[in-house]
T-cell receptor, first 113, second 114 residues
Framework: AQSVTQLDSQVPVFEEAPVELRCNYS??????LFWYVQYPNQGLQLLLK??????LVESINGFEAEFNKSQTSFHLRKPSVHISDTAEYFC???????????FGQGTRLTINP | DGGITQSPKYLFRKEGQNVTLSCEQNLNHDAMYWYRQDPGQGLRLIYYSQIVNDFQKGDIAEGYSVSREKKESFPLTVTSAQKNPTAFYLC?????????????FGPGTRLTVL
């Protein structure tokens, strides 16, 4: 069965510092990868997704993620974070066999001034 | 505005009582989903429905039931058989049931069993 591992449950960083949130998935023939963000006491919102094509995908608020097939990873990065990026971030994977999304455990990003 | 609404935002229930969580969408999406979120465990799929009058069990369906009588509505009942129901419940929908489709989430219902 497909599985997703987010290696860090919490990541504290200072404002304007770079950040990387790590995500690894179990290997499959064809996978589709998603990052969702959850602000406090809200539902999840799609941040970005990889379906095919360029392995580097970007969101409108400065985050990017790179699909690395050889390392089965889809790490999320931002070169300079803002207080408003404080949230929990979930990596998710789907494939044709599972026909459903499988979520990682989540990474709580805390931005310190 | 199109979106997904869940009600109520907070729900308290006594042990042994059934409770129904509401989920409505006006996005004209065919597929709908229910997830349970617990701290440190991510989201786990309870039930999903890809079309009206049809639904399938997810990974943790025991103690829950659903119905899909209308395209826009997918209520979840937490029964007294659910051993540990206190959690944050999220409803989602997608345009179809394909594994590539983006899922859109409601704001959630926090259920507390007293």
């Amino acid at each position: 069965a497909q599985s997703v591992t987010q290696l860090d449950s919490q990541v504290p960083v200072f404002e304007e510092a770079p950040v990387e949130l790590r995500c690894n998935y179990s290997s499959s023939v064809s996978v589709y990868l998603f990052w969702y963000v959850q602000y406090p006491n809200q539902g999840l919102q799609l941040l970005l997704k990889y379906l095919s094509g360029s392995t580097l995908v970007e969101s409108i608020n400065g985050f990017e993620a790179e699909f690395n097939k050889s390392q089965t990873s889809f790490h999320l990065r931002k070169p300079s974070v803002h207080i408003s990026d404080t949230a929990e971030y979930f990596c998710a994977v789907s494939d044709q066999g599972a026909q459903k999304l499988v979520f990682g455990q989540g990474t709580r990003l805390t931005i310190n001034p | 505005d199109g979106g997904i609404t869940q009600s109520p935002k907070y729900l308290f229930r006594k042990e042994g009582q059934n409770v129904t969580l509401s989920c409505e969408q006006n996005l004209n999406h065919d597929a709908m989903y229910w997830y349970r979120q617990d701290p440190g465990q991510g989201l786990r799929l309870i039930y999903y429905s890809q079309i009206v009058n049809d639904f399938q069990k997810g990974d943790i369906a025991e103690g829950y039931s659903v119905s899909r009588e209308k395209k826009e509505s997918f209520p979840l009942t937490v029964t007294s058989a659910q051993k540990n129901p206190t959690a944050f419940y999220l409803c989602a929908s997608s345009i179809g049931g394909l594994y590539t489709d983006t899922q859109y989430f409601g704001p959630g219902t926090r259920l507390t069993v007293l």
